[in-house]
């Protein structure tokens, strides 16, 4: 049978009795020794290529390695610093590409290893093992296991070799470290030194500046020592003219010795004083140079005080400002408390003297109304009708109001009443002032008056006068403020802008009408419809209708606002209370019946709406009539109204003022 064995053990097969042993064929022995030649030499090419290979690595590795090293001290951010580091410092390792080729080579080298001491498992037929003889069989392995000898010698030498040039690879990988790292340390040294000589440079720099400064001074001395030179000069050629005297005259020669000695003191006593003025000067410029250091700290002192109380300054403002914005909201809010407490619906109370479209004796007249001296309450005379001039007793009415004025009083004390109400509209609240009347009591004397200028004002131009103070002042506080007004009437129940037509540029900038352009009268055919709508903030607003900017202070454009407003009005009288009856107002055809019901009408519903109010019911109704409509904001929430009923004194218009003071203490009763 074959001879056979496992790869794993070390059991060698018992060699045959001689008896048994077949000769060797000499064809299979030559073949296995030409393998084992081949495999041999295939050993030793890749031992010598591996330490070629691990030779030129090495090289390749160490120029990578300087060139890290290299990257690492220079580089920009401490990451790349650390990266390179940790490359540089780890240890020279094989490739793969390496590995696969020394595990290869000692593969090879296990097979010639087992071939020759029957660790591989080798099948060889019969009839070849019979041919080989003893003798021959035994020389045949001899000889292989003398081939194995050397090869594995020669393998021990490469692995000698390979480690060999490992640990030289090794040696060369620190020499690289400690290279890099004195690499290191003279790049710190550089920077030390650089940072020095820049230090240097700094110093050297300082230094030729003060040797400019010093030649500088040097030049200004040598200016000087040539200015004394060419007084030499000068002093020489007068000693040389002396000289020439001389000759002439030996007489003159101890003059002119004399001269030149004097001359010579001369010189001398310029050179002294040159060199004094020079030491002068140099004292003067060390001593400018001192003052300007002590001038310089003194005014940088100054600069950070003033800065400091600037700051200082900034935060009182500041404080200032707040304090002063809470105070204007503790005015307003008390302000507004106060308001409150006397009531947001006020009534007041005039009566108009006698005129002499009265007919009336106006001396000897008796008024039918009566004002007390409390200023606040006043009573009618009313006699029945049918018995005027009788014996019947006239009846006397007594009513109460926040405050009644007399004949006398004057348009300036009515104001006064009336411009805390100016002050709560400056606040931010809606305000509103009507006048209530029968026909020829005075509303249009006490919300227009007369002039421009003068105590016949009336309430209209004294309010946008005080709204005019107040926006002069908030302006000198950084306030900017576009101010506009609108006109409008109410006639048949149909809002009519008493403004159309008019433009123009104010004073300051803002657009305003002329005076020219106020008294200017459009057609008839112009003709817009008015509606009150409601915005998305609540404010209630009239479609279509002018708002004509003004400047408050132009007294002159408000009287000719008021004036062509007057001149535009449908209704030729003042508006009527629900007293005016038809028979009064004198309403003979169609148009004047109409028109006296929709007066009578909107006073009405005025009526109902401050009965509502009065008896707190949950619907007011405002939209009844256009009147109450607009009013509505003044008349609800924190909205302000006043009240101004205007009275006549004539016996004729008693009852009519009777009416209308009723109507008024209803409203107060509110």
């Not at 001879?3 to 000499?26: K, L, Q, V």
């Not at 010698?153 to 000698?160: I, L, S």
């Not at 101890?254 to 003191?265: G, I, S, V």
């Not at 609108?486 to 803002?510: H, P, Q, W």
């Amino acid at each position: 049978p074959p001879m056979t064995s496992t790869a794993c053990g070390d059991h060698r097969p018992e060699p045959p009795t001689s008896s048994a042993r077949p000769r060797p064929n000499p064809h299979v022995v030559d073949g296995r020794t030409n393998r084992l030649l081949e495999l041999q030499n295939e050993v030793e090419e890749s031992v010598h290529r591996l330490r070629e290979q691990l030779l030129k690595d090495a090289a390749v590795q160490a120029a990578r390695e300087e060139e890290e090293t290299t990257s690492w001290v220079a580089g920009d951010t401490k990451a790349e610093n650390d990266e390179l580091g940790k490359k540089a410092g780890e240890e020279w390792t094989l490739t793969p590409e390496e590995e696969h080729q020394a595990y290869s080579i000692e593969l090879r080298w296990m097979l010639v290893k087992g071939l020759t001491e029957g660790h591989i498992d080798v099948e060889l037929k019969a009839s070849d093992l019979l041919t080989l003889g003893d003798h021959e069989m035994e020389k045949e392995i001899d000889q292989l296991r003398q081939e194995r000898m050397s090869a594995t010698a020669e393998v021990v030498c490469a692995r000698g070799l390979v480690e060999t040039a490992a640990r030289d690879i090794s040696v060369a990988v620190a020499s690289k470290i400690s290279m890099r790292n004195e690499l290191i340390l003279a790049l710190l040294e550089h920077s030390v030194a650089s940072g020095q000589l820049k230090a240097s440079e700094e110093a050297r720099t300082k230094m030729e500046a003060e040797i400019d400064h010093k030649r500088h001074s040097l030049a200004s001395a040598t200016v000087s020592e040539a200015t004394a030179n060419h007084r030499r000069t000068q002093a020489e050629a007068k000693a040389a003219s002396l000289e020439a005297s001389l000759e002439a005259s030996r007489g003159a020669q101890l003059a002119t010795d004399e001269r030149a000695a004097t001359a010579e003191k001369e010189l001398e006593l310029l050179r002294t004083h040159l060199r004094e003025e020079m030491n002068m000067k140099g004292q003067r410029l060390g001593s400018t140079a001192s003052l300007m250091e002590a001038l310089r700290c003194q005014m940088e002192k100054m600069r950070k005080k003033h800065s400091q109380g600037l700051v200082e300054s900034a935060n009182r403002v500041r404080a200032l400002e707040m304090q002063a914005h809470e105070n204007e909201m503790q005015r307003r809010d008390l302000n507004n408390q106060l308001h409150e407490l006397k009531g947001n619906v006020r009534v007041f109370a005039r009566l108009r003297p006698f005129l002499p479209s009265d007919g009336c004796a106006l001396p000897d007249a008796a008024p039918s109304i009566e004002v007390r001296d409390d200023g606040e309450s006043l009573s009618i005379k009313r006699i029945a009708r049918g018995t005027r001039g009788g014996a019947a007793p006239a009846e006397t009415f007594n009513f109460r109001f926040d405050k009644v004025y007399e004949p006398r009083a004057t348009q300036e004390e009515v104001f006064e009443g009336v411009s805390e109400f100016v002050q709560s509209s400056l606040d931010g609240y809606q305000v509103c002032l009507f006048s209530y009347g029968q026909t020829g009591s005075g509303k249009t004397h006490t919300m227009q008056g007369a002039g421009s200028e003068g105590g016949d004002r009336g309430l209209i131009p004294r309010c946008i006068e005080q709204i005019g103070r107040a926006k002069v002042a908030m302006e000198d506080k950084g306030w900017v403020y576009k101010m506009e007004v609108t006109f409008i009437e109410i006639y048949n129940e149909e809002i009519r802008d008493l403004l159309r037509g008019v433009s123009g540029k104010a004073k300051g900038g803002e657009k305003s009408a002329s005076r020219g352009d106020l008294l200017r009268k459009v057609g008839s055919s112009e003709k817009l419809s008015h509606e009150i709508k409601t915005s998305r903030d609540g404010t209630l607003y009239i479609t279509d209708v002018t708002r004509q900017a003004v400047n408050p202070t132009d007294t002159a454009s408000i009287e000719a606002l008021l004036r062509l407003a007057a001149q535009r009005r449908s209704v030729s009288a003042e508006e009527m209370n629900d007293s005016e009856r038809l028979a009064k107002s004198s309403a003979v055809d169609s148009q004047q019946t109409k028109e006296t019901q929709c007066i009578n009408k909107s006073l009405s519903c005025l009526a109902d709406v401050f009965t509502a109010i009065g008896n707190k019911a949950s619907h007011v109704p405002f939209r009844n009539s256009k009147l109450t409509h607009i009013l509505s904001p003044s008349l609800s929430g924190g909205g302000k109204a006043l009240m101004l009923v205007n009275l006549s004194p004539t016996e004729e218009s008693a009852f009519e003022s009777l009416c209308s003071l009723r109507f008024a203490a209803s409203v107060k009763s509110w």
